[in-house]
């Protein structure tokens, strides 16, 4: 049987993007016999709007026994004032967390026709190709304790970091795998210098590698000073390793080496199933854009891009995934572009569904 897809295109431009990423996925089943089981389901503001929730127990269920789930984004200004536990993003955060999704792929690839919308020089830029690898469940965003306490007459708010062993040595060997597939290059980054779970950070990492990937080349760096080489030659980088919140941070610094959300995608993996393919969920990093939804203005490459990582990473399909990247970095060379993607000078921009066509083109 076929590789199966749950598709989640959510709220706002996810919809737009996402039915982009449809036609793609009908062209390689047309074209390439590569075809897959697709489903498709609703979560956000648009389960919440059908079911009064962001995303009900069969979506769940069906989320757990695919191959992999794409999602597109959820929110929007209708769904802000809604209580917590409905709130839209509510249905992200379960996918998360209940496929325990522990290592969060955020490539920085530059492609050299956007070079000039680098925060940077482009010559620090074009060609740039690094992925980070964030630990996405566990560190200071989850640890125990947590909450705004009163000591001494005065309120005290607190966060906990706090990572056990086993949870270093699944993210470390995800990074590791990755590197294996790229360019044997993994640099570690935590605060082994103020930080006790820096310490262990560093330890377990080092020990990973010496136990099962001496191959790859693996340093160290504090997470500040990371930052600092990033911004200063981002190039030196292959492969990124940080905990949960250093990884927030870094890679939305990395990010901005490349310019727009538009173009961003990311992978969310897990342990491996019973097929031996891991847990997987792939997204944009982009949000719902409710200033331009529904204008078919949307940037659908984040969306394609990442649909282009699950062909990689989830199904093994190295050359598909290459073949989407390199139309889409064609098209840019073309100067076709949405209206993210345009200087002030830069002539008439192209539409969501005028880009998701120039890239099957
Ligand atoms: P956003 O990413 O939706 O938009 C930020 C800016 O970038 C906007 O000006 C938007 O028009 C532009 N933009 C984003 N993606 C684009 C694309 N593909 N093509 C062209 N332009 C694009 O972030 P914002 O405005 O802070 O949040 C809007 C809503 O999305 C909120 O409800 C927020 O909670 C939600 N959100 C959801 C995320 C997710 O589903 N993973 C992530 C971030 C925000
Ligand atoms: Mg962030």
Redesign the pocket.
């Known amino acids: 049987s076929n590789p199966s897809l749950l598709i989640l295109p ?1 709220d ?2 996810g919809q737009e ?1 996402m039915a982009e990423v449809r036609k793609i996925i009908d062209w390689f089943g047309e074209n390439r016999d590569l075809k897959f089981d697709v489903s498709e389901d609703l979560v956000g503001g648009a389960a919440y709007d059908a079911h009064g929730t962001p995303l009900t127990d069969a979506t769940m269920a069906k989320a757990q026994e695919v191959d992999a789930v794409l999602l597109g ?4 200004p209708k769904y802000d004032d809604l209580d917590f536990a409905v709130k839209p ?1 509510r249905g ?1 955060l379960r996918l998360r967390k209940e496929m325990d999704l522990f290592s969060n792929l955020r490539p920085a690839q530059c492609f050299d026709a956007l070079a000039d919308f680098s925060s940077l020089k482009k010559d620090l830029v074009a060609g740039l190709d690094i992925m980070i690898v964030r630990e996405l469940t566990s560190g200071s965003y989850f640890g125990e304790p947590r909450g705004i306490f009163t000591e001494d007459n005065q309120r005290v708010g607190i966060n906990t970091q706090r990572y056990t062993e086993s949870e270093i040595d699944r993210v470390a060997r995800s990074a590791f795998e990755l590197a294996r597939r790229r360019n044997n290059k993994v640099c570690s980054m935590e605060k082994a210098n103020v930080m006790e779970s820096g310490i262990l950070w560093r330890d377990v990492v080092t020990e990973v590698h010496q136990a099962d990937y001496a191959d790859v080349e693996l340093s160290h760096m504090y997470a500040d000073a990371g930052a600092m080489q990033l911004v200063r030659a981002p190039k030196q980088f292959d492969v990124i390793l940080t905990d949960n919140l250093f990884g927030d941070l870094l890679s939305d610094t990395a990010a901005m080496l490349t310019g727009s ?2 173009m961003l995608p990311s992978a969310s993996l897990g342990a491996p199933m019973e097929n031996g393919r891991p847990k997987a969920m792939y ?2 990093v ?7 939804m529904g204008q078919d ?3 659908p490459s ?1 969306c394609i891009l990442s649909f282009a990582m699950a062909l990689r990473y989830s199904f093994d399909e190295g050359d598909a995934a290459t073949l989407l990247e390199t139309a889409v970095e064609q098209v840019l060379a073309k100067g076709i572009r ?3 993607l345009m200087q002030a000078d830069g002539g008439t921009p192209v539409g969501c569904k005028a880009m998701g066509d120039a890239i099957i083109a």
């Open positions: 959510g706002g431009i993007v984004a959820v929110g929007g993003e992200l959300l538009g997204e944009p982009h949000g719902s854009a409710p200033d331009i203005k949307a940037n984040a949405t209206g993210d």
